[in-house]
């Protein structure tokens, strides 16, 4: 391949938080209640002479720091460790300046986008986001363009930066309005996503069966272990919101176990004893403009799509752009999950900061509501010029980390690593959410193995969200409590 920087043809990710958002003077903590931060000493209405305040930019460097600390071990998502942030940040003796918040957030946010596409590729550990790379991942690895399949997922989520950068004057009043004509009609919308993402996954590979009855028979097995575990992972989801028994930091995010079992756990325990394709050196294909540009049209839309509907997110995003690219080519394939994956998990963060009409929307901007300040024209302002610097130095930056992360995924002793980072995501879920968080992060990772073992589509396990929301909006949620007995 040569240089790490591709021959191109031209020369160039929840939680359903409450739909209208509202700072909490004092959120439900069994560990201690929010202090007032200290302001960072400017007017929010007037601005700041600088375009991004020191603290900001400190922040942006701490939360880069984080994702790509993260994404060094397998498994390890990077709003665990926020987790831990936001756990010290209860304290007194901690003072904590609204603007460096606001930094933290969109350097957590752009680093998730980027840095954790090569673990995705290389480790095979993907989370719900982009569950969507796990096929192609495994393709690329078996012919060796595993290095090729990271920086064309990186290009779709450079261009879901540059799209958000130049559309960023039109997000204030383009949220509002889609708000207002969406809302009505919210309920119906996320059926009709939730169809399609059943009925859309088509069983392939049993054509040379000898008989018509065990082709039937093959086919309905995995038709009918993707449906049990949509079924049952929705039964998970609906337990954990309605009780929710988890403790500690976790406390609001009791999904984030459930989705470290269904997807990162199941992946680190095959690394562990399971084999390895041999490295081989397959010749690289140029990334062309046209194809680039049709993958960052399918990934914009899904990925807008996830940003601007509750409930929905990144995995829904990348399953509807992969359905406009996944018969055309890999390579627009590959931009488009990183497109649609990039706009979800930083556009839910801007949502947090939009004035007249801040939102929260995702675990992220759930966990550092309290700590960014208020949502004013002048902040949002500096976020946007925030995710421009921290996109620009995360994607100059996981070019040598792929290159690393390749090199470390041959080595036969990085299954001692993937055993550590079981431990640790054991670890860190007890310390952060108690003993309940462990039994969800058990039972998720049963069900996580449900589309392992029978081929199944292992989108069905966003189930576990899709069905608390729908109850919740066809107004269920109280019929379902009951006839569960919860």
């Not at 080595?411 to 980072?421: D, F, H, L, S, T």
């Not at 039972?443 to 608390?468: K, Y």
Request: proline residues 8%; charged residues 10%.
């Amino acid at each position: 391949m040569g240089l790490w920087w591709p021959r191109l043809g031209v020369g160039m990710g929840a939680y359903p938080y409450k739909y209208k958002y509202k700072m909490p003077e004092a959120p439900h903590r069994s560990y201690g209640q929010p202090r007032r931060l200290p302001s960072s000493g400017r007017d929010p209405e007037k601005g700041d002479s600088s375009v991004l305040p020191h603290e900001t930019i400190l922040g942006i460097g701490i939360g880069l720091g984080i994702s790509g600390l993260s994404a060094l071990i397998p498994g390890l998502h990077p709003y665990n460790l926020v987790a831990v942030v936001t756990f010290g940040l209860q304290w007194e003796w901690w003072s904590f300046p609204e603007d460096l918040g606001l930094g933290l957030g969109v350097g957590v946010a752009v680093g998730y986008a980027f840095f954790h596409l090569a673990p995705a590729v290389f480790y095979q550990t993907p989370d719900e986001g982009a569950a969507g790379l796990l096929l192609p991942a495994q393709k690329a690895l078996r012919e060796g363009w595993a290095l090729e399949a990271v920086w064309w997922s990186a290009w779709g989520a450079w261009g879901a930066v540059l799209a958000m950068l130049l559309s960023a004057v039109l997000w204030p009043r383009g949220w509002a309005t889609f708000r207002a004509v969406l809302t009505p009609h919210m309920s119906w919308l996320l059926l009709a996503i939730v169809a399609f993402m059943l009925l859309s996954e088509w069983p392939w590979g049993y054509e040379r069966l000898p008989n018509p009855l065990q082709r039937l028979q093959a086919v309905w097995l995995r038709l009918g272990a993707g449906l049990l575990t949509f079924g049952l992972s929705g039964l998970l989801g609906v337990l954990l919101l309605s009780r929710n028994p988890l403790h500690g930091p976790l406390a609001h995010q009791p999904l984030l176990p459930a989705f470290l079992g269904l997807f990162a756990v199941p992946g680190l325990m095959q690394g562990v004893w399971g084999s390895r394709p041999s490295r081989v050196c397959a010749p690289s294909e140029p990334l062309t403009f046209g194809i680039w540009a049709r993958g960052m049209g399918a990934g914009i839309l899904g990925g807008a799509f996830a940003v601007i509907f509750p409930g929905v997110t990144a995995g829904i995003g990348g399953l509807l752009a992969g359905h406009a690219t996944a018969q055309r080519d890999d390579r627009a394939f590959l931009v488009s999950q990183g497109a649609a994956r990039a706009l979800y998990v930083i556009g839910s963060f801007w949502l947090l900061t939009i004035p007249d009409a801040p939102t929260t929307r995702g675990g992220l901007s759930g966990m550092l509501a309290p700590w960014v300040g208020p949502a004013t024209p002048s902040r949002f302002q500096t976020v946007v010029w925030a995710t421009g610097l921290a996109g620009a130095v995360a994607f100059g930056l996981l070019g040598p980390m792929a290159q690393r992360m390749q090199v470390w995924s041959m080595n036969p002793a990085w299954r001692w690593v993937y055993g550590a980072a079981l431990g640790l995501i054991l670890i860190s879920i007890g310390l952060l959410g108690g003993f309940p968080a462990i039994c969800a992060l058990l039972a998720a990772t049963g069900l996580g193995w449900l589309p392992i073992l029978t081929g199944s589509r292992r989108l069905n396990t966003l189930g576990v969200i899709l069905i608390p929301l729908l109850l919740r909006r066809f107004g269920l949620e109280a019929t379902a409590i009951q006839a569960l007995d919860l």
